[in-house]
């Protein structure tokens, strides 16, 4: 893993959002977390960089534009399609995960509830090798 990283996260959820900062600096690692609360935010950050994300993490379940319009939007350009981009959302629905690996994503992530679950996934997904990580239909969303 990089020595610094850096995180997008567009989500609609405020409280999410605030979480989801506590569990990665609560790892003690130098990850710079910047945040957007709507879709239009995310693709105005990627297009005027810096900073520039190391990977993007998007919630499926947003108003106007969901993840799944905003994963097609950044899949639409070019300058983009390495990033590595996490569907994040409360469902684990197989239908969201088989449309998300079909749109672009890289992964997959539930939102757990507890803290420590929340912080394991969290953890495991920023220590995946996101340029040899090739997922298959069995390990492309995280199971805990």
Do not use: C
């Amino acid at each position: 893993m990089n020595e610094s990283l850096t995180i997008f996260y567009t989500d609609d959820d405020q409280e999410d959002l605030e979480f989801f900062k506590e569990v990665v600096g609560s790892f003690g690692r130098h990850i710079e977390v910047v945040t957007q609360n709507k879709p239009a935010q995310l693709l105005h950050a990627l297009k005027n960089p810096p900073p520039s994300p190391q990977i993007i993490f998007l919630d499926v379940n947003m108003p106007l534009i969901n993840g799944f319009d905003l994963l097609q939007q950044i899949r639409a350009h070019a300058e983009f399609s390495d990033i590595p981009v996490v569907m994040f959302s409360t469902s684990r629905d197989e239908h969201n995960i088989a449309k998300s690996r079909s749109l672009g994503a890289n992964y997959y992530l539930p939102k757990l509830e507890s803290f420590d679950a929340f912080k394991k996934s969290i953890d495991h997904t920023l220590k995946i090798n996101w340029s040899t990580f090739s997922p298959t239909a069995a390990d492309f969303a995280y199971r805990n």
